[in-house]
């Protein structure tokens, strides 16, 4: 079995906390891959997340998709258009721009969106079950205030 972690000079690399964080994620978001697979829903695949995230319930441009996934436009428009052809989202025309189009969700795309939200509890309960109540508080908070004093926000 190999490992994610790539080796340097023989050995593992360094393992930084970037490194340890997004493993994590890696992890857990492919927890909820399976589950999603399970319920009929193989076609979306890890990278698809970066649509789902950021996408706001009236609509959102690719360009604001990308902007913050902070991935490129066309890397974008490469991720919603797999999407748009398995049904999870369609692109309609933004009534306050005629040259954009919006992204929304279809029915299959809020059914992907209501899994994610029911598989909350079980992860929480997942990591709960590792770290113990107390801990997974503390490390939400931890992360949040990370994430706000880092970005600023």
Known sequence: ?????????????????????????????DLVMARLAERGHSAVRSAHSAVFQYLDDTGTTVSLLAERAQVTKQAMAELVHHLEAHGYVTRVPDPKDRRAKLVLPTDRGHEVLAIARQLVPEIDDLVSGIVGADRLRALKADLEAIRRDVSGR
């Open 1 to 29: 079995m190999s490992t994610r972690i790539p080796t340097r000079g023989g050995g593992e690399r360094l393992v930084t906390l970037a490194v340890l964080m997004r493993e994590a994620f890696v992890a857990l978001n």
